[in-house]
């Protein structure tokens, strides 16, 4: 393979290749100036670029000037000869090689994977049809059009070379007007086949290939396919190797940098050697890295990269091909020249049309956006760029017959570049904004409406708090208003009158249309960002990206969880594949050794059988036989030893013979129900048939079927192979559980992923939509699909405890050291510890990140009284847990059992061990009778899954009240118990902290259920409520009042029952946000529970930092009355084990929740 290349690598004594322009150095060559011309070209294409901004075809055109001059001044002086002269030696393929690699590796990398993905064989065949045409159409202009009558094979290979679209120029003016990714990725797409097919073909006409003389078509084609197969699986395996060198965290980003680029260098040579495409590969390399295959941010600053050594490639390469063209004799630029190079052009635009005249039905099928306005845009982006420029001196190289001009090839080529880079980029910016391409939709103007005015009233807030600021009363805030108030014009279509109301109320379905399209931008953007924060494995993040944007492309297609379970049918594979070997698997059936009695024969073959030597026996005699075997297979020492393997056939069957019946005398009848026994058994009958065969064959030599049953007979040797396989099935099922479990653990991070991107997405919907009809059916369809994924999740939890036990385990461990980082970020930006210390204190944390990677699969289940632990309420504490594990029971439910129902009296809580329950119920009350709420009317029916640490039935205990839903076994369950009158008995015991502490963990959980979105800077962790105060629940009884102080309470959220303000006599029911107006409360139900949460305390220390101030309520024994009155008044008795922790008791009923002042 790398003779095809020689003249490329190794340029040997006398075989120079020839100048492709000038004249040859007829003085004595000394030291040159070259490098002082590239550093000239580089600051003159720098200078141009800052003060031609946004003009890159008028930098491109001067810099191929000025080429053209140095050209010039190189074919007139000796002089500028010696400084241009390394260029006119420098064969066409090296410079090919220096420049295209990270040419090719930026556009892949900026092409979206899953778009191409999704649409590769529209894009292939887009590619494949845009070259054919080109090569046909451009090739017989040339050829009919050329005053310089080019020979067919140079008028091929020209039209390939003009023929390819420049992969970044044809996208960057679209890029720019906020085109749709999805088309650019398209044309970029297209542009790389064309690319790739382009460079393999010249490599072929490059090894001569082609030459009538040795020409194969069926060589020809296998060759092409194993290049292109070889190229793509080196890049793959490129991909994967830079992707494992810059995910890791120790790396550095420089390091990071130097070592990408050498990799896309090296595999392109390497590639290119051994006679492959590496234009190819580079494209696989590229497609195959995502902004998940770097660390984050690091893909930005290698992209920036990029565009500036493709900047600087593009400025070197026009300039170089100008002083190519330049160097040439200049009478053969006539008036022919300009107006072939305008045929050409128009040749060029004209194939590009005819091109997406023939593509247009093959996109219109597979994607329901484009249309024929798009179609227009894309006849226009047949941009001509570096890569034409890189390929056209090897026209005049690889010719049959040399031409007297052949920088003419060059010349058409950039010509045709420069006018295409200009024209043909205008007219798409142009046509896109003349055909409303560019314009946003109406529900993507609300939206951004929405957006604007949200940033806006963000503005007025900040600017009203720096009023009240003392050092800025002087500020002009008039002027400070005026100057940030946003001024942003939306693209607004130019329609008729007709229209224009038809437009302005868009439909529902175009609404949710839209809608679902910015749910799918929001759940890709909660996946990144997921991944990035360590919560969601790579692979699983990758998996929900790609199944995202497969199916964004689906009109009105939400993703639901079973639209990503692809990962589904392959677990259920493996399952069976699993089970298959298990069923194979060899076990001993050991009989006990009584039923032989006093035999000593019996007993002495009793051990023998079921010894480890035996069943090693087995195997040793299985491996000694495949010698044996392949000489019986081989016909020339078949022939020679024919003798020596009948009694080789007659030894081993002998053994087998052997083998079988010892275990016969042994387990008599149970021999057969072994399937392993009864192999082995047919492999003696077998044996013993062939024997025969083998004597009548001996007697009877001219009988012809016998010989041939003989021969078939023998093949059937093979099987005595098979009782291998009991050595490698146990491994095999090792190993496939072991996938099985890595599969599992990616379905659990995948499906809760997905529940997180939901949650995400709810935050966002009034941004998305303005419409409230719009809003409800968004909120419907997200609430449907999470409820299927948390079932989802409580299956697979079911499934595979011991997995997600351990997944769960060493997410916990990676969100602890993830908030140690963020602290020592804070504590090194304040200067309290040095750089240098946390330096190494950051390498210690990430070397624990580093070490989650070798985390076991399983972990084992912990014990059912370890779940007590779970119970956030019992805060680990020893001497409660100790009291309820006395009291616990451990209850089973099999699937469809009913646990409790609707209106029924509460017996206790349970805590899920294991399984999974559906909770069905009305909308909940919150302890407000139905007919005063202001959704009476609303009948809806509220489903919700409850999984393994989940605790049912908490509210209705404290209350004493029917329970308000139905909860039903969707699995085999296990639940710890707790009856009422052992809760009843703890509340008693430990009076009153641990009640308070059961309604300050339901009142958090109300908060963060309906409230999360207004409290995402609130740190409402349980056991920071309880040991800081940062937020603690008031009780109020009928008409009772409590005062707020809006100064000391950030909020105050009513979680239980219903309030009236007394000043305005307003009722607020629960669950909500008590407004700041509202100064006083009275209660207006039964009870009523309230969550303050506190605003931050001031620097000073005025001793009040756990006191609210002179309003609020208490929480001392009297607010329990209450509860007492219920129970009678006399204290349930005790256990004999509960009085000796009596003691115990006594020291934690210290830790009583804040005091406040009592109730009005």
């Not at 556009?107 to 993905?117: G, H, M, P, R, S």
């Not at 081993?652 to 052997?658: D, G, M, S």
């Not at 409660?880 to 206790?908: H, N, S, T």
């Not at 920071?1024 to 707020?1044: G, P, W």
């Amino acid at each position: 393979m790398s003779k095809a290349n020689v003249s490329f690598w190794i340029q040997k004594e006398g075989n120079r290749p020839d100048l492709l322009c000038g004249r040859a150095a007829d003085y004595t060559v000394g030291k040159g100036h070259f490098l002082i011309l590239v550093w000239s070209t580089l600051v003159l294409g720098g200078l141009l670029r800052a003060f031609l901004k946004n003009s890159e075809v008028i930098v491109l055109s001067i810099l191929s000037l000025f080429g053209f001059l140095i050209g010039q001044l190189a074919y007139n002086f000796v002089e500028m000869h010696q400084v241009v002269y390394p260029l006119l030696r420098t064969p066409s393929f090296s410079l090919y090689c220096y420049f295209s690699p990270l040419i090719i590796f930026m556009a892949a990398l900026d092409v979206d994977f899953y778009i191409l993905k999704n649409m590769f064989w529209q894009v292939f065949l887009a590619g494949l049809i845009s070259f054919a045409t080109t090569f046909i159409l451009i090739g017989y202009v040339v050829l009919k059009f050329n005053k310089y009558s080019w020979d067919l094979q140079s008028c091929l290979l020209f039209s390939m070379a003009l023929g390819i679209t420049d992969p970044i120029y044809s996208v960057n003016s679209l890029k720019t007007i906020g085109i749709s990714k999805m088309y650019t990725d398209i044309i970029r797409g297209e542009s790389m086949v064309v690319c790739g097919f382009t460079s393999i073909f010249f490599a072929i006409f490059q090894r001569g290939i082609l030459q009538m003389s040795n020409f194969r078509e069926l060589h020809v084609i296998m060759g092409l396919t194993l290049d292109v197969l070889g190229s793509i699986a080196c890049g793959y395996w490129c991909a994967r190797i830079i992707q494992f060198i810059l995910t890791d965290l120790f790396s550095n980003t420089l390091t990071n940098i130097i070592f990408c680029i050498s990799m896309v260098y090296m595999t392109f040579y390497i590639v290119e050697f051994w006679g492959m495409s590496g234009t190819v590969a580079l494209a696989t390399v590229g497609l195959n890295l995502d902004s998940l295959s770097f660390k984050p941010r690091i893909k930005l600053i290698i992209t920036k990269f990029l565009i500036m050594f493709s900047c600087i490639f593009q400025h070197l390469i026009y300039t170089f091909f100008g002083i190519v063209i330049g160097c040439g004799e200049i009478k053969y630029f006539q008036f022919h020249t300009v107006v072939f190079i305008i045929i050409l052009f128009v040749t060029v635009n004209f194939v590009r049309f005819v091109t997406v005249v023939l593509v247009s039905p093959i996109l219109i099928h597979s994607s329901y956006e484009y249309n024929w306005r798009w179609g227009i845009v894309t006849a226009w982006s047949g941009i001509k760029g570096v890569f034409s420029l890189l390929f056209a001196p090897e026209v005049h190289n690889l010719a049959e017959q040399r031409v007297e001009s052949p920088q003419l090839f060059i010349l058409y080529i950039q010509v045709i570049s420069l006018m295409t880079l200009g024209i043909n980029s205008y007219m798409m910016t142009r046509l896109a904004w003349t055909l409303d391409l560019c314009v946003l939709s109406i529900p993507r103007q609300m939206a951004m409406q929405n957006a604007i005015k949200h940033i806006q009233e963000m503005i007025q807030s900040r600017i009203t708090l720096f009023k009240t600021e003392k050092l800025l009363t002087n500020v002009n805030w008039t002027l400070v208003e005026e100057k940030t108030k946003i001024e942003y014009i939306i693209p607004t279509p130019q329609v008729s009158s007709d229209n224009k109301a038809k437009e302005e109320s868009p439909t529902d379905e175009v609404l949710i249309e839209e809608a679902r399209l910015h749910v799918a931008i929001i759940q890709i953007s909660s996946f990144e960002k997921q991944c990035n924060d360590g919560v969601l494995s790579v692979e699983a993040a990758r998996t929900l990206i790609g199944a995202t944007k497969s199916y964004c492309h689906i009109q009105g297609k939400f993703m639901s969880i079973y639209d990503v379970s692809t990962y589904v049918r392959a677990r259920s594979w493996l399952v069976k594949f699993k089970n298959m070997l298990t069923f194979l698997e060899y076990h001993k059936d050991k009989t006990p050794l009584i039923l032989y009695g006093h035999n000593k024969f019996l007993i002495f073959i009793y051990h023998i059988v079921f010894s480890e030597e035996f069943e090693n026996a087995e195997h040793i005699i299985g491996i000694m036989y495949i010698y044996p075997m392949i000489m019986h297979l081989w016909p020339t020492a078949r022939k020679l030893n024919v003798s020596g393997l009948i009694f080789v056939n007659y030894y081993f069957v002998f053994l087998y013979l052997l083998e079988s019946a010892l275990k016969i005398i042994i387990l008599k009848r149970k021999y057969f129900h072994q399937h392993w026994n009864t192999l082995e058994f047919s492999i003696v009958l077998i044996g013993i048939v062939d024997i025969f065969c083998i004597y009548f064959v001996r007697l009877r030599p001219d009988n012809l079927i016998l010989i041939q049953f003989t021969v078939i007979i023998g093949y059937f040797r093979i099987i005595r192979f098979f009782p291998l396989l009991k050595i490698i099935i146990p491994l095999l099922i090792n190993i496939v559980d072991v996938q099985i479990k890595k599969r599992l653990s990616l379905t659990y991070s995948i499906t809760k992923g997905y529940i997180k991107s939901l949650e995400d997405t709810k935050f966002l919907i009034r941004q998305i939509s303005s419409r409230k009809s719009i809003d409800q059916k968004l909120y419907e369809i997200l609430e449907t699909n999470k409820q299927d994924a948390v079932k989802e999740l409580g299956l697979i939890e079911h499934e595979g405890r011991d997995v997600v036990i351990a997944l769960k385990t060493k997410q916990a461990i990676r969100n602890v050291i993830a908030k140690a980082l963020k602290s020592l970020t804070f504590l090194s930006s304040r200067g309290i510890i040095d750089k240098y210390e946390s330096v190494e204190m950051n390498k210690v944390l990430l070397e624990k990140i580093k070490s989650l990677n070798n985390f076991p699969m399983a972990i084992p289940l912990p014990t059912p009284d370890k779940y007590l632990h779970n119970i956030i309420w019992l805060e680990n504490k020893d001497v409660l847990i100790e009291f309820f594990k006395e009291r616990a029971k451990l209850a089973y439910f099999d699937y469809g059992d009913v646990i409790c129902k609707e209106g029924e009296m509460p017996q206790g809580i349970y805590l899920i061990i294991s399984g999974m329950a559906i909770l069905e119920s009305s909308p909940p009350t919150f302890g407000i009778d139905r007919s005063l709420r202001p959704d009476r009317e609303s009948t809806t029916r509220f489903t919700e899954y409850c999984t393994s640490g989940d605790i049912i039935g908490e509210l209705s205990c404290l209350l004493k009240r029917e329970i308000e839903y139905t909860v039903i076994c969707e699995t085999i369950l296990q639940v710890c118990f707790i009856s009422l009158e052992d809760l009843y008995e703890g509340f008693d015991f430990f009076w009153p902290s641990l009640e308070y502490k059961i309604w300050l963990k339901l009142a958090l959980g109300i908060a963060h259920q309906y409230f999360e979105s207004s409290l995402v800077d609130e740190d409402l962790k349980f056991q920071k409520c309880v040991m800081l105060n940062h937020a603690y629940v008031e009780t109020l009884s009928s008409y009772n009042e409590m005062s707020i102080d809006n100064v000391n309470m950030k909020f105050v959220i009513l979680v239980y029952g219903s309030v009236i303000d007394t000043k305005t006599e307003v009722p607020y029911f629960a669950p909500c946000i008590l407004p700041k107006t509202c100064e006083q409360v009275q209660g207006t139900s039964d009870l009523s529970k309230l969550l303050v949460i506190q605003a931050p305390a001031p620097d000073k220390n005025d001793g009040n930092a756990k006191v609210m101030g002179n309003t609020g309520l208490g929480m001392t024994k009297r607010d329990y009355q209450w509860k007492k009155k219920d129970e009678g008044g006399k204290m349930t008795s005790v256990t004999q084990s509960s009085h000796l922790l009596f003691s115990e008791a006594r020291h934690f009923q210290e830790e009583t929740p804040p005091q406040a002042n009592t109730v009005t």
